[in-house]
């Protein structure tokens, strides 16, 4: 088998000491955040400064540094703020930024031609087709989502030419990135901002049909083991996985150093022999467990598609720090300075100037000192030379081999010496650090954009009289029922419909009355919901519907094979400013369902009138490839899940057997009734009461309410316990 050796291992790094600390132990790359728009913006972070002076320390060790920019960026951040953020860094020589947002992906590209750019697993990119959009879009590696499993990988692999980075040990979230909005709506801090509180790691109680099917060792049902996958390592670079990516930015140093060098040497050991004889040793996994896990570890998703021994279920016990380990690792990382070793020469001769060389790989530093004298009574000694030479100090470097070459009876003091050493360290640094600098090819894009509506194939029709501005009103449907109650209800002109719901009696239905049905896709789009509706799109009769909504750009490809007619980005495909909006038109998208996390001046910032505001539905925290279901009782006969916290707050759960994940929703609904006046203001495209856990009688009641709104009738107040979302509040 030819090995492929070419492999990263990547660290993550809170801390310049981290940051220091990884290189030391081994990593070929660290990752870590500065003081913005990076997804751990609790971690200590580094600032402008440190973040120059870890790129120049991963650069003179032969190492490369990325940069997280991977958050949701508001508009006035993208357009003000970013740019000089990030060019003096770009300056330095930055090796890569990570990017979620695609309106940050279209400005790096376009201010800062020569960065690479990766694409986060926040972006959700679960499959070769979404890849290949970003490849020509100019990103060239993705992260790719934790719940991928080996195979998916390979093909991944086999179709497209980006390298890919996949985690290999750490925490796991629940949910899939970048899907998640539990911590944002219950509590206002935002994964997609870097801010999650983490409710994922809270205990619930399972409610199954009304009754609690959880005990006390089942609690912490949302809170999945750490990954451990270091008994994988051959089959994960075998399945073409150029990065092996270590999670952790939120941990100390030790931690860093400890994981790094124990992947380093089974890396390495891989590399070196090949998968023959590959096998962890007890002692190394001890380790792992003693400097973080949770309740054990698992392998991830790369061998299996979930299960309940992925759960801590359990909270996290405290766990003492080992002393002896934490001692063992500061000693030889954490104290210990990275060095670049060099070869160094020196040439003595009487009556020339002092000539010493610096090599370090391919790089060669040459300086000329002080003439060198006759000594007219105690010469210099080779050994006096040599010794002032291998003074290296706090230096990045160290003399690996030292060759002196002198004429008998030379002088030269020591101060010449170490001065002449001091000034081709200076010059040896700078040449290697020339290599990386970047002085040309980069300017802040202005944002040329013009709302246009005549863009989209979206039925478009405006209502004056309306009290929202708009005569376009949907009713997106997870239910027969509700998309039965939706046909008696005037105002609703568009129908989403979600596959649970499909019906062609309904359809044909919904035909005679002359409305305009979109089917609405599944939130993930993977391996299996490709070969899926492939084989069904002409026995569902999916071409009969008047257009799509997509949630994953995986999506894309299929439709581009069977149809023409127009598509609708659902909330979660991130259009946080005008420039991601602009992308998002350019890979094909009619509209776009606004963000659910601005606040109504944000909204009004980034601009509205080609899209469509959600005013009403229990909106989706989680989505999720583990399933609660299974993971207590087993694939039986579907029932009613609620998750209940410790406030009493009860969380709806949508099983979907048919691809095996989870969908959480809210506890609260969203309702915009009575906030007419400032979505006028707005001018959306359309609204949408999106309609999921509703019976058809509460469907009805929710028609009428808003019915009654529209007509300026006063509401009876039917919504005891509702929320405004981040309408009002928005994010930070």
Same mark, same amino acid.
């Given at each position: 088998?030819?090995?492929?050796?070419?492999?990263?291992?990547?660290?993550?790094?809170?801390?310049?000491?981290?940051? =220091?600390?990884?290189?030391?132990?081994?990593?070929?790359?660290?990752?870590?955040?500065?003081?913005?728009?990076?997804?751990?913006?609790?971690?200590?972070?580094?600032?402008?400064?440190?973040?120059?002076?870890?790129?120049?320390?991963?650069?003179?060790?032969?190492?490369?540094?990325?940069?997280?920019?991977?958050?949701?960026?508001?508009?006035?951040?993208?357009?003000?703020?970013?740019?000089?953020?990030?060019?003096?860094?770009?300056?330095?020589?930055?090796?890569?930024?990570?990017?979620?947002?695609?309106?940050?992906?279209?400005?790096?590209?376009?201010?800062?031609?020569?960065?690479?750019?990766?694409?986060?697993?926040?972006?959700?990119?679960?499959?070769?087709?979404?890849?290949?959009?970003?490849?020509?879009?100019?990103?060239?590696?993705?992260?790719?989502? %934790?719940?991928?499993?080996?195979?998916?990988?390979?093909?991944?692999?086999?179709?497209?030419?980006?390298?890919?980075?996949?985690?290999?040990?750490?925490? /796991?979230?629940?949910?899939?990135?970048? !899907?998640?909005?539990?911590?944002?709506?219950?509590?206002?801090?935002?994964?997609?901002?870097?801010?999650?509180?983490?409710?994922?790691? /809270?205990?619930?109680?399972?409610?199954?049909?009304? %009754?609690?099917?959880?005990?006390?060792?089942?609690?912490?049902?949302?809170?999945? @083991?750490?990954?451990?996958?270091?008994?994988?390592?051959? !089959?994960?670079?075998?399945?073409?996985?150029?990065?092996?990516?270590?999670?952790? %930015?939120? =941990?100390?140093?030790?931690?860093?150093?400890?994981?790094?060098?124990?992947?380093?040497?089974?890396?390495?050991?891989?590399?070196?022999?090949?998968?023959?004889?590959?096998?962890?040793?007890?002692?190394?996994?001890?380790?792992?467990?003693?400097?973080?896990?949770?309740?054990?570890?698992?392998?991830?998703?790369?061998? !299996?598609?979930?299960?309940?021994?992925?759960?801590?279920?359990?909270?996290?016990?405290?766990?003492?720090?080992?002393?002896?380990?934490?001692?063992?690792?500061?000693?030889?990382?954490?104290?210990?300075?990275?060095?670049?070793?060099?070869?160094?020469?020196?040439?003595?001769?009487?009556?020339?100037?002092?000539?010493?060389?610096?090599?370090?790989?391919?790089?060669?530093?040459?300086?000329?000192?002080?003439?060198?004298?006759?000594?007219?009574?105690?010469?210099?000694?080779?050994?006096?030379?040599? =010794?002032?030479?291998?003074?290296?100090?706090?230096?990045?470097?160290?003399?690996?081999?030292?060759?002196?070459?002198?004429?008998?009876?030379?002088? /030269?003091?020591?101060?010449?010496?170490?001065?002449?050493?001091?000034?081709?360290? !200076?010059?040896?640094?700078?040449?290697?650090?020339?290599?990386?600098?970047?002085?040309?090819?980069?300017? +802040?894009?202005?944002?040329?954009?013009?709302?246009?509506?005549?863009?989209?194939?979206?039925?478009?029709?405006?209502?004056?009289?309306?009290?929202?501005?708009?005569?376009?009103?949907?009713?997106?449907?997870?239910? =027969?029922?509700?998309?039965?109650?939706?046909?008696?209800?005037?105002?609703?002109?568009?129908?989403?419909?979600?596959?649970?719901?499909? &019906?062609?009696?309904?359809?044909?239905?919904?035909?005679?009355?002359?409305?305009?049905?979109?089917?609405?896709?599944?939130?993930?789009?993977?391996?299996?919901?490709?070969?899926?509706?492939?084989?069904?799109?002409?026995?569902?009769?999916?071409?009969?519907?008047?257009?799509?909504?997509?949630?994953?750009?995986?999506?894309?490809?299929?439709?581009?094979?069977?149809? &023409?007619?127009?598509?609708?980005?659902?909330?979660?495909?991130?259009?946080?400013?005008?420039?991601?909006?602009?992308?998002?038109?350019?890979?094909?998208? &009619?509209?776009?369902?606004?963000? /659910?996390?601005?606040?109504?001046?944000?909204?009004?910032?980034?601009?509205?009138?080609? &899209?469509?505001?959600?005013?009403?539905?229990?909106?989706?925290?989680?989505?999720?490839? +583990?399933?609660?279901?299974?993971?207590?009782?087993?694939?039986? @006969?579907?029932?009613?899940?609620?998750?209940?916290?410790?406030?009493?707050?009860?969380?709806?759960?949508?099983?979907?057997? %048919?691809?095996?994940?989870?969908?959480?929703? +809210?506890?609260?609904?969203?309702?915009?009734?009575?906030?007419?006046?400032? *979505?006028?203001?707005?001018?959306?495209?359309?609204?949408?009461?999106?309609?999921?856990?509703?019976?058809?009688?509460?469907?009805?009641? *929710?028609?009428?309410?808003?019915?009654?709104?529209?007509?300026? @009738?006063?509401?009876?107040?039917?919504?005891?316990?509702?929320?405004?979302?981040?309408?009002?509040?928005?994010?930070?």
């Amino acid at each position: 088998m030819e090995l492929k050796r070419n492999v990263e291992l990547l660290a993550p790094a809170g801390s310049l000491e981290s940051v =220091k600390a990884a290189y030391a132990a081994g990593a070929d790359a660290v990752y870590a955040g500065g003081t913005r728009f990076g997804a751990r913006a609790y971690a200590q972070n580094l600032t402008e400064q440190e973040l120059l002076e870890a790129i120049d320390f991963a650069h003179l060790h032969d190492r490369r540094f990325y940069l997280t920019v991977n958050t949701l960026l508001k508009e006035t951040e993208l357009e003000e703020q970013l740019f000089p953020y990030l060019q003096p860094l770009y300056a330095a020589g930055l090796d890569a930024v990570i990017i979620q947002d695609l309106g940050v992906l279209a400005f790096v590209r376009e201010a800062f031609p020569e960065l690479s750019v990766h694409a986060s697993t926040q972006m959700t990119l679960s499959g070769a087709r979404s890849i290949k959009l970003l490849e020509e879009m100019g990103v060239s590696r993705v992260v790719t989502p %934790r719940e991928l499993s080996l195979s998916e990988i390979a093909e991944i692999r086999s179709k497209t030419k980006v390298e890919i980075e996949s985690f290999v040990h750490g925490a /796991l979230c629940y949910c899939y990135s970048g !899907q998640c909005l539990l911590s944002s709506l219950i509590g206002g801090r935002s994964g997609n901002r870097g801010r999650c509180a983490q409710p994922c790691r /809270l205990p619930y109680d399972v409610e199954w049909d009304g %009754r609690v099917v959880n005990d006390a060792a089942h609690k912490y049902v949302l809170s999945p @083991k750490d990954m451990c996958t270091l008994s994988l390592l051959p !089959q994960i670079v075998e399945a073409g996985v150029d990065s092996l990516k270590i999670e952790g %930015r939120m =941990k100390k140093p030790v931690y860093t150093a400890g994981v790094v060098s124990i992947y380093r040497k089974y890396l390495d050991r891989y590399l070196e022999n090949g998968g023959d004889g590959y096998r962890v040793e007890a002692a190394d996994l001890q380790k792992l467990s003693a400097l973080f896990n949770r309740n054990g570890f698992s392998e991830s998703y790369y061998q !299996q598609k979930n299960g309940s021994d992925m759960i801590a279920f359990r909270e996290n016990a405290f766990r003492e720090e080992d002393q002896e380990l934490s001692e063992e690792i500061q000693t030889r990382y954490l104290k210990q300075e990275l060095k670049r070793n060099l070869t160094v020469s020196a040439y003595l001769q009487i009556g020339k100037p002092l000539q010493l060389v610096m090599r370090s790989g391919k790089i060669t530093a040459e300086i000329s000192g002080d003439v060198v004298q006759k000594a007219s009574t105690q010469p210099i000694l080779r050994e006096q030379v040599e =010794k002032q030479l291998r003074k290296w100090g706090n230096t990045p470097f160290q003399a690996e081999e030292l060759q002196v070459e002198m004429e008998d009876g030379c002088f /030269l003091s020591v101060g010449q010496l170490n001065a002449m050493r001091r000034q081709g360290q !200076q010059k040896l640094t700078e040449e290697i650090l020339s290599g990386f600098r970047r002085t040309r090819n980069c300017h +802040n894009p202005v944002l040329l954009l013009k709302e246009t509506e005549k863009a989209s194939r979206f039925p478009i029709r405006r209502d004056s009289e309306n009290p929202y501005g708009t005569g376009q009103f949907i009713c997106q449907v997870s239910a =027969k029922e509700q998309w039965r109650a939706a046909l008696e209800w005037e105002h609703a002109g568009i129908l989403f419909v979600e596959a649970n719901a499909a &019906d062609p009696g309904l359809l044909a239905e919904s035909r005679r009355r002359e409305r305009v049905a979109y089917y609405v896709f599944p939130p993930v789009f993977r391996q299996a919901e490709y070969a899926y509706y492939e084989k069904v799109w002409e026995r569902e009769a999916l071409d009969a519907y008047d257009g799509y909504v997509i949630r994953s750009l995986e999506t894309l490809e299929l439709l581009r094979t069977h149809t &023409d007619r127009p598509v609708i980005f659902d909330s979660n495909l991130y259009a946080w400013n005008r420039r991601a909006r602009e992308v998002n038109r350019q890979l094909g998208a &009619d509209s776009c369902v606004l963000p /659910l996390e601005l606040n109504y001046r944000e909204l009004l910032a980034r601009g509205c009138g080609q &899209d469509i505001l959600t005013i009403y539905g229990h909106l989706p925290v989680m989505t999720t490839a +583990n399933c609660i279901r299974m993971n207590l009782k087993g694939c039986k @006969k579907p029932g009613t899940i609620v998750l209940k916290d410790r406030y009493h707050n009860r969380f709806p759960v949508e099983t979907n057997c %048919r691809f095996c994940y989870n969908r959480i929703y +809210n506890c609260q609904p969203l309702v915009l009734l009575g906030m007419e006046h400032e *979505i006028r203001t707005l001018r959306p495209l359309a609204v949408k009461l999106d309609f999921t856990v509703e019976d058809r009688k509460r469907t009805e009641q *929710i028609l009428s309410a808003y019915g009654q709104g529209l007509e300026g @009738k006063p509401v009876k107040n039917m919504f005891s316990d509702f929320t405004r979302g981040h309408f009002k509040r928005g994010v930070e």
